[in-house]
């Protein structure tokens, strides 16, 4: 069974482990569509359309199912890695040992934000950046460079004790749990990491920043969080609803699978706390 | 591959090439020029200035996508793909996690964050 770690605890084999299991996944061409896949949902995804990966109560789901997809291409490469996560509200500065050279790198220069240590260094030649919105090729960062504070546990435990998981109009103009947690709304917790981090992880474009894997790894294991906190309250909208996914429907673009059979992780894997 | 593919693309929307800024020119569908003239009694104004050395653009109308609110911006020809969001503020794929008030904001913060590279064109 796949135990999903805290970053922070991990082991330097584990480490390292995890990240020749991406370089192999960028040089055989798989993670590239997966960056392709998140931003074909980024652009489609509106408030007042169609919306299944983002601004929409499918979010949570979606992501989950996204990041099952490339936990499994990791553990084709080598079958004892599992995705971690990455408490940033904990480990909240460009010193944790997450940007360390060992494990993702650390900020980009300033001259032009390009990360300049660590195994996605355009230096390497093994992280091209190829799946783009402009024509620059390396990996770039701005650690906290845009001035707002990664968010504390307190705006955490708030979003977290919110009872209801969504509400009409089930966009980024709602209310609830998901959209405080997605962050178009109040104390802004997950969109607010990815402008933290700034360079691709701030684009459409993303996933190119491995970080992106450890940053909804975590926003997955608060939904897990909340369900626990909460268990009278379920999934919401549960049918009939226009342009969004209701529990029962089955996701793009996979089409295989709903909602409701997402909602309980323990199928697939376990976090290592409680 | 240097692009990213567009779901509405996939799903053989109207998808226009755009280059050189040429918006007068392009063809629409009718159901987009509806939705345009629409949203042209209330959307944002347009603008044409040079920032940080590059021009930016912003229109009603036009646009070869559906979710851009009917409103089109340009940075030195190449469209950037902006969206408005339900409370009415704006983001681009260059910046898309940090909403501004208005698409001449999001060309400006478009420009900040290329730094001077060029944008790719996305359809
Ligand atoms: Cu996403
Ligand atoms: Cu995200």
């Excluded at chain 1, 408490?87 to 650390?106: C, Q, Y």
């Excluded at chain 1, 030649?125 to 307190?154: E, H, Q």
């Excluded at chain 1, 969109?191 to 970080?211: K, L």
């Excluded at chain 2, 003239?37 to 200035?49: C, I, L, R, S, Y």
């Amino acid at each position: 069974m796949t135990v999903r770690k805290n970053q922070s605890a991990l082991t330097a084999e584990e480490k390292r482990r995890f990240v020749a299991a991406l370089l192999e996944l960028k040089r055989s061409g798989r993670y590239d569509t997966f960056v392709t896949t998140h931003n074909a949902f980024i652009l489609g995804d509106t408030d007042t359309g169609e919306r299944v990966g983002h601004r929409s109560p499918s979010f949570l789901p979606w992501h989950r199912r996204f990041l099952l997809e490339f936990e499994r291409a990791l553990q084709s490469v080598d079958a004892t890695v599992a995705l971690p996560y990455w408490d940033w509200s904990v480990d909240r500065t460009p010193r944790a040992a997450l940007w360390a050279p060992d494990f993702l790198g650390g900020t980009g220069r300033s001259v032009d934000g390009r990360v300049m240590d660590g195994a996605f260094a355009a230096s390497t030649g093994n992280w091209p950046i190829s799946v783009r919105v402009d024509t620059r090729t390396y990996l770039r960062r701005s650690l906290g460079g845009g001035g707002r504070p990664l968010p504390t546990p307190a705006e955490v435990d708030s979003v977290l004790a919110m009872a209801t998981y969504d509400m009409p109009p089930w966009n980024s103009g709602s209310d609830g749990f998901r959209n405080h947690l997605e962050g178009w709304r109040g104390v802004n917790l997950h969109n607010r990491v990815h402008v933290w981090v700034g360079g691709q992880m701030a684009t459409g474009v993303s996933p190119n920043d491995p970080v992106f894997w450890l940053h909804h790894a975590y926003i997955d294991k608060l939904w897990a969080d909340w369900r626990r906190r909460h268990p009278g309250s379920g999934y919401l909208p549960v049918a009939g609803t226009r342009d969004v996914v209701d529990l029962d429907e089955r996701m793009k673009p996979w089409n295989d699978s709903t909602p409701a059979e997402l909602l309980d992780h323990t199928r697939h894997y376990t976090f290592d706390t409680a | 591959m240097s692009r990213p593919t567009r779901r509405r693309a996939l799903r053989g929307a109207a998808a226009l090439a755009v280059g050189g800024g040429a918006l007068a020119a392009l063809p629409r569908t009718t159901a987009s020029a509806a939705s345009a003239a629409a949203h042209e009694q209330d959307g944002p104004a347009p603008f044409d200035e040079v920032y940080l050395g590059r021009r930016i653009q912003g229109r009603s109308g036009g646009g070869h996508h559906h979710h851009g609110a009917g409103y089109t911006v340009l940075v030195d020809g190449v469209e950037l793909h902006v969206m408005r969001n339900a409370d009415g503020s704006w983001i681009s794929v260059v910046s898309h996690y940090d909403p501004v008030p208005s698409p001449r904001a999001a060309a400006r913060a478009a420009v900040e964050e290329l730094r001077g590279a060029p944008l790719v064109p996305f359809n």
